[in-house]
């Protein structure tokens, strides 16, 4: 079944956030994909803030290529930036596996550079820009 979700503006992406991971439950592994600026690290933020991150504690793990976020229940949330990755060797090095096995919530940015490695279940969650600013999450499950 494919889905859509439109966030107009930043006013309104923390109810975009609640609403995709009701639309997503019993999904753990997201992968965003998206061109450079269309949000993704934007909106794992607000998927965070929905689940009780501290917001102060996000942040885009580009150079650690994985944050760990504790969820309002003590939960481990999982968050990757593969776009520095040159080699699937690198994300393995980490423990890319432990992370998705874990069965913890995973949300991976630039996911296509180690797309061989993804999971089968993996929500592959595309975001486009409209030339107005709106954002358009799209995935099929």
């Known amino acids: ?4 979700l439109t966030i107009k503006d930043l006013g309104s992406i923390d109810s975009a956030a609640r609403s ?5 439950a019993g999904h753990s592994i997201i992968a965003l994909y998206g061109e450079m600026g269309a949000g993704k690290t934007t909106f794992t933020t607000a998927v965070c803030r929905a689940l009780g991150v501290r917001e102060d504690a996000v942040s885009s793990p580009t150079f650690s290529i994985v944050n760990e976020y504790r969820q ?3 939960q481990p949330l999982y968050h990757f930036d593969f776009y520095r990755i040159e080699k699937l060797g690198e994300a393995l090095d980490i423990g890319f596996y432990d992370y998705v096995d874990s069965g913890c919530l995973c ?3 630039w996911p296509e550079n180690i797309e061989e490695l993804l999971p089968d279940d993996t929500l592959r969650v595309r975001i486009k820009v409209a030339p107005d600013g709106t954002r358009t999450l ?4």
Do not use: K, N
């Open 1 to 4: 079944m494919q889905h859509e």
């Open 20 to 24: 995709f991971l009701e639309q997503t």
């Open 72 to 74: 309002a229940d003590g």
């Open 107 to 109: 949300v991976m940015e």
């Open 138 to 141: 799209s995935w099929e499950d």
